[in-house]
């Protein structure tokens, strides 16, 4: 989850932000089932807040919080650059979190990114 959180510094969001955390392990849940992008209200929130012992609001907030810091914060260069296209406007949390994903997905298939070893979510590992 490393590579995860160096793209989050990258986009200026911190760890002393909750959501720092609760969007690392998103990105995570979301590259290992595209899937919950789709549903991010019925399966991925509630899987980060079952993981870190809250509700799918608080996660949503979190994640809100994190998407503004990072836009204010100037990461909308990075995040240009990391969709391939411009944006006008602050991303929805949704597709912040689909275009971290995206990201990081063809990063993977470039092999510039290692392939995951262990089919065990690091999330998982800590229980």
């Not at 919080?65 to 204010?72: C, E, L």
């Not at 240009?80 to 990063?107: H, K, Q």
Request: hydrophobic share 40%; proline share 6%; aromatic share 8%.
């Amino acid at each position: 989850m490393d590579h995860i959180y160096a793209l989050l510094h990258e986009l200026g969001i911190s760890a002393k932000y909750k959501g720092y955390y609760h969007m690392a392990l998103a990105v995570e849940l979301a590259m290992e089932d595209e899937k919950r992008l789709e549903y991010v209200t019925k399966r991925l929130y509630p899987d980060v807040a079952r993981a870190f012992g809250t509700t799918p609001n608080c996660v949503e907030r979190d994640l809100r919080t994190a998407v503004s810091v990072s836009w204010r914060k100037g990461g909308q260069a990075a995040l240009e650059r990391m969709s391939g296209c411009p944006l006008d406007e602050r991303p929805a949390t949704a597709e912040f979190v689909d275009i971290l994903v995206n990201y990081l997905l063809r990063r993977r298939e470039l092999n510039i990114l290692p392939q995951p070893e262990d089919s065990t979510p690091d999330w998982q590992k800590l229980s």
